[in-house]
T-cell receptor
Framework: GAGVSQTPSNKVTEKGKYVELRCDPISGHTALYWYRQSLGQGPEFLIYFQGTGAADDSGLPNDRFFAVRPEGSVSTLKIQRTERGDSAVYLC???????????????FGPGTRLTVL | QQQVKQSPQSLIVQKGGISIINCAYENTAFDYFPWYQQFPGKGPALLIAIRPDVSEKKEGRFTISFNKSAKQFSLHIMDSQPGDSATYFCAASMNTGFQKLVFGTGTRLLVSP
Protein backbone atom coordinates (compact mmCIF):
# COMPACT_ATOMS: atom_id res chain seq x y z
CA GLY A 1 0.00 0.00 0.00
CA ALA A 2 0.98 3.63 -0.35
CA GLY A 3 3.11 5.01 2.41
CA VAL A 4 3.69 8.58 3.50
CA SER A 5 4.81 10.71 0.58
CA GLN A 6 6.61 14.03 0.70
CA THR A 7 7.25 16.56 -2.02
CA PRO A 8 9.57 17.83 -3.21
CA SER A 9 12.26 15.31 -2.39
CA ASN A 10 14.86 18.05 -2.65
CA LYS A 11 14.53 21.78 -2.40
CA VAL A 12 17.32 24.29 -2.90
CA THR A 13 16.56 27.89 -2.08
CA GLU A 14 18.31 31.11 -1.32
CA LYS A 15 18.58 32.75 2.06
CA GLY A 16 15.55 34.89 2.73
CA LYS A 17 13.18 33.00 0.43
CA TYR A 18 9.89 31.32 1.38
CA VAL A 19 9.43 27.55 1.00
CA GLU A 20 6.58 25.11 1.34
CA LEU A 21 7.04 21.42 2.01
CA ARG A 22 4.17 19.00 1.47
CA CYS A 23 3.24 15.80 3.25
CA ASP A 24 0.64 13.26 2.11
CA PRO A 25 -0.06 10.89 5.01
CA ILE A 26 -1.28 7.35 4.78
CA SER A 27 -4.99 7.34 4.03
CA GLY A 28 -7.04 7.19 7.20
CA HIS A 29 -4.25 8.32 9.49
CA THR A 30 -5.57 11.13 11.64
CA ALA A 31 -2.32 11.89 13.46
CA LEU A 32 0.44 13.70 11.58
CA TYR A 33 3.87 14.74 12.79
CA TRP A 34 6.67 16.88 11.39
CA TYR A 35 10.29 16.31 12.43
CA ARG A 36 13.54 17.93 11.37
CA GLN A 37 16.70 15.89 10.94
CA SER A 38 19.96 17.80 10.76
CA LEU A 39 23.05 16.14 9.34
CA GLY A 40 24.36 13.44 11.65
CA GLN A 41 21.54 13.90 14.15
CA GLY A 42 18.34 12.16 15.06
CA PRO A 43 14.98 13.61 14.06
CA GLU A 44 13.68 16.41 16.26
CA PHE A 45 9.97 16.93 16.82
CA LEU A 46 8.44 20.07 15.32
CA ILE A 47 4.66 19.81 15.39
CA TYR A 48 1.79 17.37 15.80
CA PHE A 49 -1.65 17.48 14.21
CA GLN A 50 -4.67 15.53 15.31
CA GLY A 51 -7.13 16.03 12.49
CA THR A 52 -7.03 19.61 11.31
CA GLY A 53 -5.70 21.22 14.45
CA ALA A 54 -2.14 21.59 15.65
CA ALA A 55 -2.31 19.88 19.03
CA ASP A 56 1.34 20.59 19.88
CA ASP A 57 3.64 23.01 18.06
CA SER A 58 6.20 23.26 20.84
CA GLY A 59 9.02 22.05 18.59
CA LEU A 60 8.76 24.82 16.01
CA PRO A 61 12.02 26.75 16.40
CA ASN A 62 10.59 30.24 15.85
CA ASP A 63 7.75 32.14 14.22
CA ARG A 64 9.25 31.73 10.74
CA PHE A 65 7.96 28.18 10.81
CA PHE A 66 4.28 27.40 10.36
CA ALA A 67 2.32 24.31 9.40
CA VAL A 68 -1.24 23.70 8.30
CA ARG A 69 -3.50 20.74 7.69
CA PRO A 70 -6.76 22.34 6.51
CA GLU A 71 -8.73 19.21 5.62
CA GLY A 72 -7.17 16.80 8.07
CA SER A 73 -5.15 14.97 5.44
CA VAL A 74 -2.36 16.72 3.50
CA SER A 75 -0.12 18.99 5.53
CA THR A 76 2.17 21.80 4.46
CA LEU A 77 5.15 23.05 6.42
CA LYS A 78 5.91 26.66 5.58
CA ILE A 79 9.18 28.41 6.29
CA GLN A 80 9.49 32.16 5.82
CA ARG A 81 12.73 34.11 5.38
CA THR A 82 14.79 30.95 5.23
CA GLU A 83 18.20 30.90 6.87
CA ARG A 84 21.20 28.68 6.22
CA GLY A 85 20.60 27.01 9.57
CA ASP A 86 17.25 25.76 8.31
CA SER A 87 19.07 23.34 6.00
CA ALA A 88 18.04 19.84 7.04
CA VAL A 89 15.84 16.91 6.07
CA TYR A 90 12.24 17.55 7.03
CA LEU A 91 10.40 14.34 7.83
CA CYS A 92 6.71 13.77 8.04
CA UNK A 93 5.11 10.85 9.87
CA UNK A 94 1.54 9.71 10.26
CA UNK A 95 -0.26 7.26 12.47
CA UNK A 96 -3.65 5.96 13.36
CA UNK A 97 -5.10 7.10 16.62
CA UNK A 98 -6.52 3.90 18.00
CA UNK A 99 -7.77 3.79 21.55
CA UNK A 100 -6.76 0.87 23.70
CA UNK A 101 -3.38 0.62 21.98
CA UNK A 102 -0.33 1.49 24.05
CA UNK A 103 1.30 3.40 21.25
CA UNK A 104 0.27 3.86 17.65
CA UNK A 105 3.16 3.29 15.27
CA UNK A 106 4.40 6.30 13.35
CA UNK A 107 5.13 5.72 9.67
CA PHE A 108 7.71 8.08 8.25
CA GLY A 109 7.98 9.50 4.77
CA PRO A 110 11.32 9.74 2.93
CA GLY A 111 11.70 13.41 3.81
CA THR A 112 12.40 16.62 1.95
CA ARG A 113 16.03 17.67 1.89
CA LEU A 114 16.08 21.46 2.19
CA THR A 115 19.25 23.33 1.33
CA VAL A 116 19.42 27.05 1.97
CA LEU A 117 22.27 28.74 0.12
CA GLN B 1 19.07 19.38 26.23
CA GLN B 2 19.78 15.91 24.95
CA GLN B 3 17.31 13.66 26.69
CA VAL B 4 18.41 10.43 24.99
CA LYS B 5 22.10 9.70 24.61
CA GLN B 6 23.20 7.05 22.14
CA SER B 7 26.50 5.27 21.58
CA PRO B 8 28.56 4.39 19.69
CA GLN B 9 28.33 6.89 16.87
CA SER B 10 29.48 4.24 14.39
CA LEU B 11 30.03 0.52 14.49
CA ILE B 12 31.65 -2.03 12.22
CA VAL B 13 30.75 -5.68 12.72
CA GLN B 14 31.64 -8.75 10.74
CA LYS B 15 28.91 -10.78 9.14
CA GLY B 16 27.50 -13.21 11.67
CA GLY B 17 28.62 -11.13 14.63
CA ILE B 18 26.59 -9.35 17.28
CA SER B 19 25.92 -5.63 16.98
CA ILE B 20 25.22 -3.77 20.22
CA ILE B 21 23.98 -0.20 20.44
CA ASN B 22 23.37 1.53 23.75
CA CYS B 23 21.11 4.34 24.85
CA ALA B 24 20.57 6.18 28.12
CA TYR B 25 17.73 8.49 29.02
CA GLU B 26 17.18 11.11 31.66
CA ASN B 27 13.46 11.68 31.89
CA THR B 28 11.80 9.09 34.11
CA ALA B 29 8.43 10.00 32.60
CA PHE B 30 9.39 8.19 29.39
CA ASP B 31 7.39 4.98 29.12
CA TYR B 32 7.97 3.76 25.58
CA PHE B 33 11.31 3.01 23.96
CA PRO B 34 11.36 2.21 20.24
CA TRP B 35 14.28 1.57 17.93
CA TYR B 36 14.21 2.83 14.36
CA GLN B 37 16.23 1.74 11.33
CA GLN B 38 17.01 4.23 8.60
CA PHE B 39 18.52 3.53 5.19
CA PRO B 40 20.02 6.35 3.10
CA GLY B 41 17.35 8.44 1.43
CA LYS B 42 14.57 6.82 3.42
CA GLY B 43 12.64 7.78 6.50
CA PRO B 44 13.11 5.91 9.78
CA ALA B 45 11.17 2.67 10.14
CA LEU B 46 10.13 1.09 13.41
CA LEU B 47 12.20 -1.98 14.18
CA ILE B 48 11.23 -3.02 17.69
CA ALA B 49 9.94 -1.32 20.83
CA ILE B 50 9.73 -1.99 24.55
CA ARG B 51 7.79 -0.78 27.55
CA PRO B 52 9.55 -0.33 30.91
CA ASP B 53 7.58 -3.08 32.62
CA VAL B 54 9.66 -5.74 30.84
CA SER B 55 13.43 -6.18 30.86
CA GLU B 56 13.83 -7.78 27.44
CA LYS B 57 11.98 -8.14 24.17
CA LYS B 58 13.05 -10.28 21.25
CA GLU B 59 11.84 -10.24 17.67
CA GLY B 60 13.78 -12.49 15.36
CA ARG B 61 17.42 -11.44 15.39
CA PHE B 62 16.67 -8.18 17.21
CA THR B 63 16.56 -7.90 21.00
CA ILE B 64 16.02 -4.92 23.28
CA SER B 65 17.43 -5.11 26.79
CA PHE B 66 16.02 -2.60 29.25
CA ASN B 67 17.42 -1.56 32.64
CA LYS B 68 14.94 0.74 34.34
CA SER B 69 17.04 1.47 37.42
CA ALA B 70 20.02 2.49 35.30
CA LYS B 71 17.79 4.29 32.78
CA GLN B 72 19.50 2.46 29.96
CA PHE B 73 18.39 0.29 27.07
CA SER B 74 20.21 -1.41 24.27
CA LEU B 75 19.64 -3.04 20.90
CA HIS B 76 21.32 -6.32 20.09
CA ILE B 77 21.41 -7.58 16.52
CA MET B 78 22.33 -11.24 16.43
CA ASP B 79 23.89 -12.88 13.37
CA SER B 80 24.40 -9.45 11.79
CA GLN B 81 24.00 -9.37 8.02
CA PRO B 82 25.25 -6.90 5.37
CA GLY B 83 21.60 -5.96 4.79
CA ASP B 84 21.49 -4.69 8.37
CA SER B 85 23.92 -1.91 7.43
CA ALA B 86 21.97 1.24 8.20
CA THR B 87 21.66 3.99 10.79
CA TYR B 88 19.87 3.00 13.98
CA PHE B 89 18.12 5.43 16.28
CA CYS B 90 16.84 4.81 19.76
CA ALA B 91 13.94 6.94 20.88
CA ALA B 92 11.67 7.52 23.82
CA SER B 93 8.26 8.98 24.42
CA MET B 94 5.91 9.61 27.31
CA ASN B 95 2.16 9.30 27.63
CA THR B 96 0.94 12.76 26.67
CA GLY B 97 -2.01 11.67 24.55
CA PHE B 98 0.15 11.48 21.48
CA GLN B 99 3.58 10.10 20.66
CA LYS B 100 6.18 12.87 20.62
CA LEU B 101 9.34 10.91 19.96
CA VAL B 102 12.69 12.05 21.36
CA PHE B 103 15.48 10.49 19.32
CA GLY B 104 19.09 9.66 20.06
CA THR B 105 21.81 10.89 17.73
CA GLY B 106 22.04 7.66 15.78
CA THR B 107 24.53 4.84 15.20
CA ARG B 108 25.81 4.08 11.75
CA LEU B 109 26.22 0.31 11.49
CA LEU B 110 28.32 -1.33 8.81
CA VAL B 111 28.26 -5.11 8.58
CA SER B 112 31.21 -6.30 6.55
CA PRO B 113 30.74 -9.40 4.35
Amino acid sequence: GAGVSQTPSNKVTEKGKYVELRCDPISGHTALYWYRQSLGQGPEFLIYFQGTGAADDSGLPNDRFFAVRPEGSVSTLKIQRTERGDSAVYLCASSLRRTGVFRNEQFFGPGTRLTVL
Amino acid sequence: QQQVKQSPQSLIVQKGGISIINCAYENTAFDYFPWYQQFPGKGPALLIAIRPDVSEKKEGRFTISFNKSAKQFSLHIMDSQPGDSATYFCAASMNTGFQKLVFGTGTRLLVSP
